[in-house]
């Protein structure tokens, strides 16, 4: 449903970027600073600034509530978030769910904003079944899905490889010909796809800002040159001026590449599975989905690639405070498929009877008239977990009480559980964010952490077997 307000007639528009402190983000930062009223946001306090006139907003993406407020007056939102990286001591839950709770997080704030437009730069999707994509490429789509299931209307942009300066796709290949004068290549290194450079992306990003003729569209961008990756790094090997022998071999299986290319490319693994799983598709730019908003003159792979290697002026970041988070926290996500398109607050309350009945030897739970919720040991008087209900911030959609007491539980203060539904109720979401448990942490780990995973299991199960 199109957003009811029209894009705003001041000549700047207000434009929020989410990871903004990442390789495109500061690219686009430093680029247009003064074509826009830029809004970074970021986890992190920023302590020096040094483009005074971008606007630093602290977030948490994770919080509805604090993603809601980092939107307030923005126009149009640039979503250029992967959960890569952990934000807590203990990640329990993939990637790919991770990204679908934020995105879906996101995409609430910027309805409650009545926000215009978003802006998400994903990956370049095969011609071919949903099922049949790698973990990486489906959760790209479910992301964009997202974004675009709420009122702010949606411009997807889908990329094969980026190629400039500080590009961690482009550093894996620049990394793996400094070190290997000899390149045995898995066979996945024959497939086709189109590299853009950075300087190509960033203006295709500016002509969608706040642009109506893209709203609501999903466009493929690349470059004409259509390669394989192997001929990319015969071809960075000589922009470096190195001599090396490339050839590609049908035995190195999926494991092998990962490690292959985790090591020698000098890559994170976070980085490196996803990224190497999607290579087994051929990822070229479809006519029908291809940008025709302007005429572009596309920089070829070999000068994005000369100026990927010889530039020095790079975008300048701003420092942060250090933080000052608790160190032993926990974040556990899960996704649990919802066939019968049950509501969050009907599966919050089925959780409710359910895991007393399933631990009815060991475990009493109590509902107050209000809602909030408590467990009990056996023949106990005091909680191990108690959790109050936010009625406030819950609806049938989502659920959400805070963690506020317990005798498992160290801080109560903060963190969180939620059920809540995602992908037009496909699937539940359930997640406990910021716990910090009261057990020393390696007794923690190995037997509250593990149990928590397995009953969660277990009440997925019990779902998938549910017919009303």
């Not at 934020?102 to 370049?124: M, T």
């Not at 970041?317 to 250090?322: C, D, R, T």
Request: proline content about 6%.
């Amino acid at each position: 449903m199109p957003a009811s307000n029209p894009i705003s007639s001041d000549p700047k528009l207000t434009v929020a970027i989410a990871g903004a402190g990442g390789y495109i983000g500061r690219w686009l930062i430093k680029e247009y600073r003064h074509k826009y009223n830029f809004v970074a946001l970021s986890r992190q306090k920023v302590d020096q600034n040094p483009y005074p006139e971008i606007a630093w907003r602290q977030v948490e993406l994770y919080s509805i509530t604090s993603t809601v407020e980092a939107l307030k007056g923005i126009d149009v939102a640039i979503y250029l978030v992967h959960s890569m990286n952990a934000s807590t001591r203990l990640n329990q839950g993939s990637f790919e769910d991770t990204d679908l709770l934020l995105a879906d997080n996101f995409s609430r704030a910027a309805e409650k904003n009545e926000v215009k437009q978003i802006i998400y730069l994903g990956g370049l999707l095969p011609d071919e079944p949903e099922e049949t994509l790698s973990r990486h490429l489906k959760s790209r789509l479910e992301v964009e899905q997202t974004l675009g299931s709420c009122s702010s209307r949606l411009t997807a942009l889908r990329a094969s490889i980026i190629v400039g300066p500080g590009g961690s796709s482009f550093d894996m290949i620049k990394n793996l010909i400094n070190r290997l004068p000899v390149l045995m290549c898995p066979k996945w290194t024959e497939s086709l796809t189109q590299p853009i450079s950075l300087k190509d992306t960033l203006t295709i990003i500016d002509s969608c800002i706040g642009n109506p003729n893209v709203f609501g569209k999903a466009i493929e961008i690349g470059s004409p040159e259509v390669m394989s990756y192997r001929n990319m790094m015969e071809r960075t090997a000589k922009a470096m001026g190195k001599k090396r022998l490339i050839f590609s071999v049908p035995f190195f299986s999926l494991g092998l590449s990962k490690l292959w290319v985790g090591v020698f490319g000098d890559s994170p693994p976070q980085l490196v599975s996803p990224l190497v799983e999607s290579l087994r598709h051929t990822l070229t730019v479809s006519p029908e989905l291809a940008f025709k908003e302007n005429e572009i003159d596309y920089q070829t792979f070999d000068e994005a690639c000369e100026v990927a290697l010889t530039a020095k002026d790079y975008p300048k970041m701003p420092s942060f405070f250090k933080s000052n988070s608790v160190r032993n926290t926990v974040r556990s996500i899960q996704r649990m498929p919802n066939k019968n398109r049950q509501s969050a607050l009907w599966v919050a309350n089925r959780y409710n009877l359910w895991l007393p009945t399933f631990f009815r030897f060991l475990i009493n739970g109590k509902i107050s008239k209000n809602g909030d919720l408590a467990f009990y040991l056996l023949l106990s008087k005091k909680p191990m977990l108690q959790l109050t209900m936010i009625p406030d911030r819950s609806d049938h959609q989502r659920q959400l009480f805070y963690i506020t007491g317990g005798w498992l539980v160290k801080r109560f203060d903060y963190g969180w559980l939620e059920f809540r539904e995602v992908l037009d109720s496909k699937y539940i979401i359930s997640a406990i964010h910021e716990f910090v448990p009261r057990l020393p942490w390696l007794v923690y780990v190995n037997t509250q952490a593990k149990l928590h995973l397995w009953v969660m299991n277990r009440f997925k199960k019990y779902l998938e077997k549910k017919t009303y």
